[in-house]
């Protein structure tokens, strides 16, 4: 059983349209996130949503929308795709927030690859 | 802003020698640090962690050090395996809520 799955793994699309990439996980964690990885292999965080309620928004143009209808889903819409999206999109889930120990350790799903044309 | 970023890009080794890989950050309150393992095609997946009130853990191959003063913590692969081909990030949290930074990676080449 995949811990943390996301669909689609490959996404080619035209610059201008609206796409979706979703994201299960099935380890009970409380918090998801997503990640955007560039050509460089750099990884940076985007989105990060505890029990369904949006805790870290980092500076994201507002075409990306992230929506949680569950703690065990977070989704990401993006709108007006630009050439400048295209990188592989990770979705990651951990336990919990704050300093238990173990609770910040995140499990990441294979990836999304998005090339806008 | 704060960042975490890595000494080199790729390291080559030698398969059965040991492996040093190094990561310098900058931000004075992270307490709490992570190495992860990406091989091609797959998502990051953790390795080994340490909290800062500790210099160094001992995982199943794997030693992480850790040095408050300089701000540098490493990690160490004994005995390095082909398997072991991949990139390897450094990331630090600083409490609180779950904003885990990432470093630059370094990419670890294994010759057989």
């Known amino acids: 059983d995949t811990a943390v799955s996301q669909t689609p793994k490959y996404l080619v699309t035209q610059m201008g349209n609206d796409k979706s990439i979703k994201c299960e996980q099935n380890?009970?964690?409380?918090?998801m996130y997503w990640y955007k990885q560039d050509s460089k292999k750099f990884l940076k965080i985007m989105f990060s949503y505890n029990n369904k309620e949006l805790i870290i928004n980092e500076t994201v143009p507002n075409r990306f929308s992230p929506k949680s209808p569950d703690k065990a889903h977070l989704n990401l819409h993006i709108n007006s795709l630009e050439l400048g999206d295209s990188a592989v999109y990770f979705c990651?889930?951990?336990?919990?927030?704050?300093?238990?120990?173990?609770?910040?350790?995140?499990?990441f799903g294979a990836g999304s690859r998005l090339t806008v044309l | 802003g704060e960042s975490v970023g890595l000494h080199l890009p790729t390291l080559s080794v030698q398969e059965g020698d040991n492996s040093i890989i190094n990561c310098a950050y900058s931000?004075?309150?992270?307490?709490?640090f992570i190495w992860y393992k990406q091989e091609s095609g797959k998502g990051p997946q953790f390795i080994i962690d340490?909290?800062?009130?500790?210099d160094k853990r001992q995982g199943q191959r794997v030693t992480v050090l850790l040095n408050k003063t300089v701000k540098h913590l490493s990690l160490q692969i004994a005995a390095t395996q082909p398997g072991d081909s991949a990139v390897y990030f450094c990331a630090e949290n600083s409490g609180g809520y779950q904003k885990v930074t990432f470093g630059t990676g370094t990419k670890l080449q294994v010759i057989p």
């Open positions: 380890l009970g964690h409380d918090t």
């Open positions: 990651a889930s951990s336990q919990g927030v704050g300093k238990v120990s173990g609770a910040n350790v995140l499990t």
């Open positions: 931000n004075s309150a992270s307490d709490y």
């Open positions: 340490i909290r800062s009130n500790m």
